[in-house]
């Protein structure tokens, strides 16, 4: 019997001291991998004795959203016999692969939101691609460059562009054509246009000339400007600017002088009540991911699109955004994974297929030259804003200081509990802290 | 002395509670331990992890957000528990005479307990709505122009404050109720001969006995405000203007986005330490009160 008490104390022992080592073997491990780096030439070959090789895709796209996932993993799985890729829908997929990296059950090629590699690339988590482009002869010319300069950090190339977006300003025909109005193309129209669409019964808003509800369009409305959030290194906010404080100018006239919008006014709205859908909000800055969303609505929501209007000094400016395919580094399957991801994004027909089947813009422009997207009146202003997009800025820091610096003071501001110099300048000043604090 | 049988029962006492303690080892206190150390380096999950002494510490002071975070979630609590407390107690006192239709009213109150908080919080974010929300609709017609509730900084954490009261209220007046039950009758009834009236009653019988639950409830209330997150998330994702904020939410926002784990535990073993004090002051507190 006493042995019993005995054997239960060794179980705990065991069990806690194979825990611990466990944890200290992943932080050992770490580090190894991290020396390794590019370690991609002698990675498996894709033919080994007749049986393919399998090739885990990651993605959060579920639902609907997984069908062109899976219409892309079946051609390609259908198009040769050495590879066989799995789609695995991974929910909090950024999470589990901070796990899966350092501790095992890595995918080997995942969905990726190309703002991150800035912050994941350096620690040697993303197999770089430079030596798989250049043996492939799969040349840099065909990709939007700043969709590349994203996925890049120190000079390497960590995946190829899957999506390309952009915000244009969206407008409802039917309510500009009420007032004989036509779309905006500068900040002068833009201005006077929201207020004439703009409609208020007392002190209740019936209808928004212009949304203003999302701060986060102030980059690329302080691009519009002439401005830039970030000086060249990174090191510093340089939006406390005679530019900045257009924008914010700009801003306090449409909500405060001409009152085009109310605070909250589409807090709630989901999907069936939108406010642009239902003609509350006569304008809206948004991306291409919106337009299957309203086309739904056929006759009942009559739009178009224009890209951004331009600055008071004809100043273009949008941020470009999207997704890319990237290639773990703790991935056994390397090449076979970029063999997949050549398949999808190098080649201009797949890429298109991708593109009609999830209508996305693809990030391959030759398959942007195809007629499905230079006609469509609706995607015709969205390829002229890709022409002068910019990528946020590639450094850790910038998003900790746009969502902890920028968006706070903003809000504030535009709540009129803060002038725009005030706001620009503590904006600059915590803003500067998360870029330092981010290294 | 211990006989035969009483060993016996003692090691088959520790079989089992050996899984218990086994899972507590592994995903209990060997996280906590490790989390600990970790504050003290600059982990990353991914590349790193370096011994950077007190560096973590400092820079929480200087952290103005953190600050924000922790104002936010104090002010929350000083209005969150009190009320969470006795709108739980009233409700359940109300509902604890056996009348007809009370486990109606009981199914009710409890219901946004079972509800998804995302899908609450999605509903009274429509709710809520300046121009077309039921709330200001109603105030509109008594002629009062209702504020965007989650809009402005203002009212912004008033109104997550109350969703969150709706929507934790049942669970602690179920509590309560269980609670009530357990008091026996015959305390009301020789207190009644004596001449005790309602509020006498409620004073000197029921408050008393219900003590160890006001404990419980009551530290479980305080660990649950200063631990808040998922309903600002959903409701405003911590603004406008860093209004509802969290502690936890700036935590989660340093480990999994930033890729500062180092820094994200040591902010946890902050926020520990100080739930540890509160819980600490609500233990002392109901101690001196059941002296009376």
Redesign the interface.
Known sequence: MKNMRWFAALVVIVMVLGTLMACSNNAANNTGNNTKGNNTTNAEQPTTNGKKVEVTFWGDWGGDGAIPFNVMVDAFNKSQDKIHVTYVIVEDMITKFLTASTSGGSPDIMFWDRWRTASYAPKGVLAPIDEFMKADGVPNTDFYEQALKELSSDGKLYGLPLTVDARALFYNKTILAEKGLNPPTTWDELADVAKQLTVWEGDKLVRSGFSLADVGLFNMTLQQAGGQMLNEDGTKPSFNSPEGLKVLEFWNKLMNVDKVYKLGFEAGLGEGTDAFVTGKVAMIYTGPWMLSNYMKYGKDLDFGVVAPPSGPTGGKGSVMGGFGLVIAEASKNKEAAWEFEKWWLANADNALLWAKTSNNIPGNLKAIADPFFQDNPLYKPFMETLEFAKIRPTFSGYFPMEEKAVTPNLQLFMEGKQDAATTLKKAEEQGANELKNAK | MQGRLG??QS??A??FI?PT??LF??FTL?PIV?SLYFSFTNY??????EFIGLDNYK?ML?D??LWVTFRNVFIFSVIYVPFNLAIALSLALLLNRPRRGVGTFRTMYYVPTLTSGVAAA?V??????????LINQLL?YVGI?GP??????DTALISVTMVILWQTVGSNMIIYAAGLQGIPDYLYESARLDGAGAFACFRYITLPSLKPTTFFVSTMTIIGALQLFDQPYVLTQG????ATRTVVYNIY?SG?????MGYASAQAFLLAAIILIFAFINMRLNKEGSMI
């Not at chain 2, 965007?148 to 900084?153: G, Q, R, V």
């Not at chain 2, 603004?239 to 860093?242: E, L, S, V, Y």
């Not at chain 2, 999994?256 to 500062?260: G, H, I, T």
């Open positions: 060993r016996h090691n088959v520790f079989l050996t303690m086994l080892a592994v060997i490790l990353d999950v991914l590349s790193r992890i820079r200087d103005h957000i999605t009274w974010l429509w709710l809520l709505n300046p121009e077309y929300g509109s122009t965007a509730w989650l809009a402005t900084t603004g406008p203007a860093n926002q999994f986005n930033e890729l500062q």
